[in-house]
């Protein structure tokens, strides 16, 4: 049975002969995939563990995982969750992309964010998306200024996260970095939190 | 401080196994056959356990993009308490379609509580 450690091992044996001769530049570092001021979060700014997700508002496995993982990152409390666009499904996950990170520029993103991801159904439309949107006395309108005003800076990011998505070799989403591990799909609850408490052994091993 | 690069620090990973299995790459997930007769085109996909295929994300269109019509049989509904109902193709699929062109099919699925893939295009070339 192939496990998801396994691929990671699998890709780490694999990865290694290209990176040997510094040939392969576009796997991402940690540093380009950790520290990004542009991208939004939710949990601990000052937290111990950053977690790094690429996700498509019109995945609707990333909307099963989402609310999972809020519920472990609010019981922790020392989680740094960066959530990371990557549009995949098309037009309407463009423009939900650009409602939720003008809604950042607002200051409002876990609340937009989190609207979106509660509607029901893998494929949105705009409608749906204004419907969510109406239950927090906020307009796609005012979102979509906000991202207007933003727009290159905004534009960058997203195109960021594709470029790092694609370095990766992601076939798919959610796709996560949990520390320094790379992990292919969504986690069971139980799974999510081995991942992170073995990713705050590692870096407390790498620290030492 | 410098900061290591994944290919470096993945090779320190000491991480327990995860339950749940690794997504399979697109091509073995949602493995695609065709065969052509004339104008008519039919494709079949097998799926591993725990994959589906979405019915309304099967689509096809001819060499200037125009859309073409897709035959689908009726697939299961996949009853999600959250998300609502919604045809999926569980272990296989098929579509018909009527073309004599090159025909580029796009479709979709998703490893069941794991993994949603990337829409995959392949161009079936013209009889």
Redesign the interface.
Request: negative net charge; hydrophobic residues 45%.
């Given at each position: 049975?192939?496990?998801?450690?396994?691929?990671?091992?699998l890709?780490?044996a694999t990865?290694?002969v290209p990176?040997s001769a510094a040939a392969q530049t576009d796997?991402?570092?940690?540093?380009e995939v950790t520290v990004d001021p542009d991208a939004p979060f939710i949990g601990n700014a000052n937290g111990d563990l950053t977690i790094v997700e690429y996700f498509?508002y019109q995945?609707?496995?990333?909307?099963?995982a989402h609310f999972s993982l809020m519920d472990i990152v609010r019981a922790d409390g020392n989680i740094r969750w960066m959530l990371r666009d990557w549009i995949?499904?098309g037009e309407v996950s463009t423009y939900a992309a650009q409602v939720a990170l003008g809604a950042q520029t607002l200051g409002v993103y876990e609340q937009v964010s989190s609207a979106l991801m509660r509607i029901?159904?893998?494929?949105l439309n705009k409608g749906d998306i204004f419907g969510a949107l109406m239950q927090t006395g906020l307009t796609p309108a005012d979102l979509l200024k906000a991202y207007r005003a933003d727009q290159a800076r905004i534009d960058a990011l997203l195109a960021r996260n594709a470029r790092q998505a694609e370095g990766f070799g992601f076939?798919?989403?959610?796709?996560f970095i949990i520390g320094?591990?790379?992990?292919?799909?969504?986690?069971?609850p139980?799974?999510m939190t081995?991942?992170i408490a073995?990713a705050r052994?590692?870096q407390k091993?790498?620290s030492a | 401080m410098r900061?290591?690069?994944?290919?470096?620090?993945?090779?320190?990973?000491?991480?327990?196994?995860?339950?749940?299995?690794?997504?399979?790459?697109?091509a073995q997930a949602f493995a695609m056959s065709y065969a052509r007769k004339g104008d008519e085109v039919r494709l079949r996909w097998v799926m591993p356990k725990g994959y589906y295929l979405?019915r309304?994300h099967i689509t096809a269109a001819d060499a200037q993009g125009r859309t073409l019509n897709v035959r689908t049989p009726n697939a299961t509904l996949k009853a999600?308490p959250?998300?609502?109902p919604?045809e999926v193709y569980y272990g296989t699929a098929r579509a018909d379609i009527r073309h004599k062109g090159a025909i580029t099919l796009s479709y979709?699925g998703?490893?069941e509580?794991?993994?949603?893939?990337?829409?995959i295009r392949v161009v079936i070339p013209a009889r």
């Open positions: 049975m192939i496990t998801r450690r396994h691929m990671l091992a890709g780490a990865a290694a990176f796997f991402p570092t940690l540093a498509d995945c609707s496995v990333c909307k099963h995949i499904f029901p159904g893998g494929n076939s798919g989403t959610p796709s320094n591990a790379v992990y292919r799909g969504a986690l069971s139980d799974d081995q991942a073995d052994q590692r091993a790498l | 900061v290591m690069p994944f290919f470096f620090v993945l090779f320190l990973l000491a991480a327990p196994v995860a339950a749940r299995e690794a997504p399979l790459p697109p979405y309304e999600d959250t998300f609502g919604v979709r998703c490893q509580d794991g993994l949603c893939y990337i829409p």
